[in-house]
C-alpha cells in the first residue's frame, strides 16, 4: 500500500540525512521526499511517499518518531488529504507536434513557461498519478527532460500538522 | 561569569555531571581538552591503549552502575576505532557521551589530517549525535547529550567538537535542564492497558514472564522480584537481563532462546499468556517468529521504546512506559486482588521439562568448559561482576554463573562483539573498587583487545581472566561441526601466544591449567592468594566442546537438539 507520510522536524543541518538514513538502514523504500522550512524557519516539513504492509507502515512511523529531531509524524494517507506535485518537462516543439502539445498542456491544465523555436518548458501541477499521465499521454521521444518535485501533502479541513 | 576556552568548557561540564572516570586516548584536535583535564583531579582519566577500549570501558562503567559512561577520542582514526564500541552500546541500549575532537570548522570538508566525518559516521549507531559550531553552543550541547543519553531508551551520544571550538572564548553557563521539543519520552505507562494486562494474567492458566535487558537498566529488578513472587508464576531473563530475578530461584526457569533451557523455551511456546518486559522477542531469544506465533497465546508487552513493540510478533495488550513505573503499578494493583488461579498443573508440566536436566555435562579427562564456570560461581560466592566476550565461554558463562542480582554480568548481547571482555573488566573494576571482577574469555575473543593488559596494570586493577582455552573459535567451529559437515573453515588458532608468558610481560601474573583437578585450586589462587594482582588463568578445555541445548538459526524455540543427542 502507498503512503504518504509527513513529517515536522528540526530544520538544522544533518535532520535529513537521519530520516533518509533510517530509510536505507531498515530498508525501507521512498518512492519520493521533499523538504522546505515551513513558515517557522526553525522547523522543515517533510513528505515521504512510501509504500509497505500494515507492520512496516507502523514501523516506520514509530522508527520516524523515535528520531531526536523529529517532532511530529503523520500518515496523511490515512484520512482525507490533498496531493500535489509540481513537474517541468521539456518537450520538443517543431511541426505539427508544436500544436500538439500546447493543446496536451491545456487538456492537463498545464502551463508554457518557456518557449524557443524548437522546444517548450511545460509547467503541471497535481497528484503524481496525474503527472504520470501526461507522460504517457504524450509521445515520449519528444520528451527532452522531466523534472518533478516529488509529492506534497496535507490534511482536509480540521486536520493540521503542527508543533 | 569568567569567560572560559571551549575545552575548559568540557571539562567544567563534565563536572558538574558529576563524572569521575573519563576513558580515552590523546591526539592532536583534543589536545586542548587535554591539557584542562591537566590542569584538574576532579574528572580523572584512563588512558587506555585503543579507542575501541576507551569507549567499552565506558560502556562498561555504565552497565555495572547505571550512570552514563564517557569517552574522549580524537578526530579521524580516533573516531573510526571508537565506531564499535558506539555500536555495541547502541545495541544493549547502554548510556555513554562519547566527546570525540575533530579537525577546526575552517578545515571540515578539506579532506584534513585525521578529518572523517564523525557524524555522518556515527549517526546509524547513536542515539544522537552533535557537531559543536559555535563555542556558545558547546555547554548546552553536552548537557543535551547526557540527558538524551540517559533518559528514555538509553543510548550512546556523540558530541563531535572541532579544535577550533575548544579554542575560542565564551562565557560559561551549565543549564540546570534542558528540555527538547522533539524528544519526550514516555514514563507512566496507561493505566487501563496495565489493568487489561492484569486482568489477563490472573486469568492465565499457563502464564510466563519474560524479560529482558530493559529491567536491567530501569532498575526495576526489586519490583519484578516482587511481581514475580506475588504472582508465582514461572519467569525466565535473557542473556541481556540475566540477574534481574535470582538466577538460584525455583520460580527462575533459565535462559531463553537459542542456549537457552529446556524449560525456559518450552513454557515460552507452550504458555497461553506471556508477560514480556523490556525486551525485544530478538532473533536469538525466540527463534523463528513464524514459528513462534504458531501457538496461539495473549502476549503483554511493557517497553519504553514505542519502536520495540509488535516489531517482530504482534503484541496483543501494549504498555509503552518505564518498567519501574509500570511494575509499581502492576503490584499495587496485584495486592488488592485475592482472587488468583490455580497453576499447579502447569507448574507439573513444567517440572516435567525440568526434570529432563538438560544443562547436565559429561565430564572427561579434559576440562570441561561448564565445569570451570560452576567453580567460578563456587569460589566467588555467585556475586562477582562477569564479565564475558562473545562465543562459547560467553553461553557457558551466561547458562552456569547463576546471577543473583543485577548488574552483575556484562556482555555485548545485541552486537556480539569480541573483544569487549577485557576492557568491560577494566571499567566494572573503576566502577566497583570493592568487587570481585572476572572476565571470562576464550582464545579467540581475548586477542582481540589483548593490548588492555597494559591499561590494567598501569592501574593496579585486580582483574582475573578466565581464558577458556580450546585452541578454537569454538561458536563458528561448533556450527561448522553441525552445519558444515566438520570442515573447520579458519577455526584453528594454529599459533597462539602463549598466555602465560604474555600475562607475565605485561607484568601480571599466568597460571596455565591443563588437568581438571587443577581448576579449583587454580581459582583459589587467583581470589585468594593473588586477591590484588591481575591473573590470568590460561584453562586448557575439552576442544570440542559444544554449547547445547541449541535451538539451529531459523528454527522454532521448540525444536531443540540437547546434549545427548547425537549430532
Known sequence: ?163 | MTMMTGAEIVIRCLQEEKVDYVFGYPGGSVLHIYDELFKQDKVKHILVRHEQAAVHAADAFSRSTQRVGVAMVTSGPGATNAVTGIATAYMDSIPLVVISGQVPTTYIGQDAFQECDTVGITRPCVKHNFLVKDVRDLAVTIKKAFYIASTGRPGPVVVDVPKDITAAKCKFEYPAEVKLRSYNPVIKGHSGQIKKAMQLLLGAKRPMIYTGGGVILSNASEQLTRLTRLLGFPITNTLMGLGAYPGTDRLFLGMPGMHGTVEANMAMQNCDVLLAIGTRFDDRVIGNPENFATVPRKIIHVDIDPSSISKRVRVDVPIVGNVQDVLDEMIRLLEAEQDKKDISDWWSEIEEWRARQCMNYAMKDAIMPQYVIEKLWEITGGDAIITSDVGQHQMWAAQYYKFDKPRRWLNSGGLGTMGVGLPYAIGAAFANPDRQVACVTGDGSIQMCIQELSTAKQFGLPIKIINLNNRYLGMVRQWQEMFYSRRYSQTYMDSIPDFVKLAEAYGHVGIRVDKPEDVVPALKKAFVDHKDDLVFLDIRTAREANVFPMVAAGKGLSEMVLADENL
Not at chain 1, 13 to 24: E, K, M, N, Q
Not at chain 1, 59 to 86: G, M, Y
Not at chain 1, 102 to 123: H, L, N, P, Q, S
Not at chain 1, 128 to 141: Q, V
Request: a negative charge; proline letters at 1%.
Open chain 1, 1 to 163: 500500500m502507498r503512503h504518504i507520510i509527513s513529517i515536522l522536524l528540526e530544520n538544522e543541518a544533518g535532520a535529513l540525512s537521519r530520516v533518509a538514513g533510517l530509510f536505507s538502514a531498515r530498508g525501507y523504500n521512498i518512492e519520493t521526499l521533499t523538504v522546505a522550512p515551513t513558515e517557522d524557519m526553525s522547523l522543515s516539513r517533510l513528505t515521504i511517499v512510501t509504500s509497505g504492509s500494515d507492520e512496516i507502515i507502523e514501523q516506520i512511523t514509530k522508527q520516524l518518531n523515535k528520531l531526536i529531531d523529529v517532532i511530529k509524524v503523520v500518515d496523511l494517507s490515512e484520512a482525507a488529504h490533498i496531493e500535489r506535485e509540481l513537474m517541468l518537462i521539456k518537450v520538443r516543439a517543431t511541426g505539427k507536434d508544436r500544436e500538439e502539445m500546447k493543446r496536451m498542456a491545456d487538456i492537463f491544465r498545464g502551463r508554457i513557461i518557456d518557449v524557443t523555436e524548437a522546444t517548450y518548458v511545460i509547467e503541471l501541477t497535481g497528484s503524481g498519478s496525474k503527472l504520470d499521465s501526461f507522460i504517457h499521454a504524450i509521445d515520449t521521444d519528444l520528451i527532452l527532460e522531466t523534472v518533478r518535485t516529488g509529492v506534497s501533502g496535507i490534511g482536509r479541513g480540521d486536520r493540521v500538522l503542527k508543533v
